[in-house]
């Protein structure tokens, strides 16, 4: 997911991006789709607030995304709310309980608040799941 965010900074020109997505949301206001990956785009030029603020509407129009929660829950955690990080990711498990993302990004957050034997459950099932940084992640799952 973190590679999803990186992509989009080696692309660059990350202004551009979003404000191309500003304009197509004014044709498409329910797009959740669109406000995902305007997310995506705010996430990877550090504007968090509004990174959240557009997984929200997202999450509003498609609360089953898996992939949102998991967007705004790395939000969350970078901005140091890690109690709702953890919310997102747990929300994100209920959808897809054998996804391994959502329990990776699950256990940094339980480490970040100390949370050593959940961070460590954690991170056992997304190996169980075959977690790997470099699990590919196609846009059509993320309904790009």
């Given at each position: 997911?973190?590679?999803?965010?990186?992509?989009?900074?080696?692309?660059?020109?990350?202004?551009?991006?979003?404000?191309?997505?500003?304009?197509?949301?004014?044709?498409?206001?329910?797009?959740?789709?669109?406000?995902?990956?305007?997310?995506?785009?705010?996430?990877?030029?550090?504007?968090?607030?509004?990174?959240?603020?557009?997984?929200?509407?997202?999450?509003?129009?498609?609360?089953?995304?898996?992939?949102?929660?998991?967007?705004?829950?790395?939000?969350?955690?970078?901005?140091?709310?890690?109690?709702q990080a953890i919310a997102d990711f747990t929300a994100a498990i209920a959808f897809?309980?054998?996804?391994?993302?959502?329990?990776?990004?699950?256990?940094?957050?339980?480490?970040?608040?100390?949370?050593?034997?959940?961070?460590?459950?954690?991170?056992?099932?997304?190996e169980t799941y075959g977690y790997s940084p470099d699990l590919p992640v196609s846009?059509?799952?993320?309904?790009?």
């Amino acid at each position: 997911m973190r590679a999803i965010i990186e992509q989009f900074v080696r692309v660059g020109d990350l202004k551009r991006k979003i404000g191309a997505y500003t304009e197509s949301l004014k044709n498409f206001p329910t797009n959740a789709g669109l406000y995902l990956v305007r997310g995506i785009a705010h996430q990877a030029d550090h504007d968090i607030r509004r990174a959240i603020a557009d997984f929200t509407v997202s999450l509003s129009q498609a609360p089953a995304s898996t992939y949102c929660l998991i967007f705004r829950g790395l939000a969350y955690h970078d901005a140091g709310a890690f109690e709702q990080a953890i919310a997102d990711f747990t929300a994100a498990i209920a959808f897809s309980p054998t996804l391994s993302y959502p329990y990776h990004y699950r256990a940094l957050s339980y480490e970040a608040l100390g949370e050593r034997e959940l961070a460590k459950a954690d991170f056992g099932q997304a190996e169980t799941y075959g977690y790997s940084p470099d699990l590919p992640v196609s846009p059509d799952v993320l309904g790009m």
